[in-house]
């Protein structure tokens, strides 16, 4: 079973900082099995990235996604207000199917 | 626009059974496959199970594996979990989950499941 390990635990920052989020994987990943989501408290994950660089519909160019193996990095170019929020990392698999990270918390500064 | 509506959860004894039912509406429900996703008390994300679309694989956390059944009923639009054998630990916040390209592309606001005694 693969384990994704996500770096810091808690990034703080403040409004227009850059921030970069890394998520570790315990063995190589494919490229194309590797996304991002943010979770706001009380809503639901919403997908950002997918295929480690690809961003989802609606998703705005300050969210960019790279990395390939075992190391994958989320980086936001400019933080918004309403970019602080946690940011999970995810893999897919065969057993489990999906495996999440623990989640960065990027909060303000 | 994708939308997917859960229902069912509630305070449920140790021991205790629930159905989770999930409405899906917005794409075509019978060409994806689909998820169970839950999320402890102040915890991370974990799955708990996949089907796919036609209902024929079938995937399960191996926490929940003998206890839980997922199914689904391409004619309602509809994705259910059968929840059995409740322990404390499988308190959370239970998701629907559509994925697509390996990834989860869309879940529904949740419904939570409490097991207390």
């Known amino acids: 079973e693969i384990v994704l390990t996500q770096s810091p635990g808690t990034l703080s920052l403040s409004p227009g900082e850059r921030a970069t989020l890394s998520c570790r994987a315990s063995q190589s990943v494919s490229s194309t099995y590797l996304a991002w989501f943010q979770q706001k408290p009380g809503q639901a994950p919403r997908l950002l990235i997918y295929g480690a660089s690809s961003r989802a519909t609606g998703i705005p160019d300050r969210f960019s996604g790279s990395g390939s193996g075992t190391d994958f990095t989320l980086t936001i170019s400019r933080l918004e207000p309403e970019d602080f929020a946690v940011y999970f990392c995810?893999?897919?698999?065969?057993?489990?199917?999906?495996?999440f990270g623990p989640g960065t918390k990027v909060d303000i500064k | 626009e994708v939308q997917l509506v859960e229902s069912g959860g509630g305070l449920v004894q140790p021991g205790g059974s629930l159905r989770l039912s999930c409405a899906a509406s917005?794409?075509?429900?019978?060409?994806?496959?689909m998820n169970w996703v839950r999320q402890g008390p102040g915890k991370g994300l974990e799955w708990v199970s996949y089907?796919?679309?036609?209902?024929?694989?079938?995937y399960y956390a191996d926490s929940v594996k003998g206890r839980l059944t997922i199914s689904r009923d391409n004619a309602k639009n509809s994705l259910y979990l059968q929840m059995n054998s409740l322990r404390d630990e499988d308190t959370a916040v239970y998701y629907c989950?559509?994925?697509?390209?390996?990834?989860?592309?869309?879940w529904g606001q949740g419904t939570l499941v409490t097991v207390s005694s």
């Open positions: 995810q893999q897919f698999g065969t057993s489990p199917v999906f495996t």
């Open positions: 917005g794409f075509t429900f019978s060409d994806y496959s």
């Open positions: 089907i796919g679309s036609s209902g024929s694989a079938i």
């Open positions: 989950a559509r994925d697509h390209l390996w990834a989860i592309d869309h």
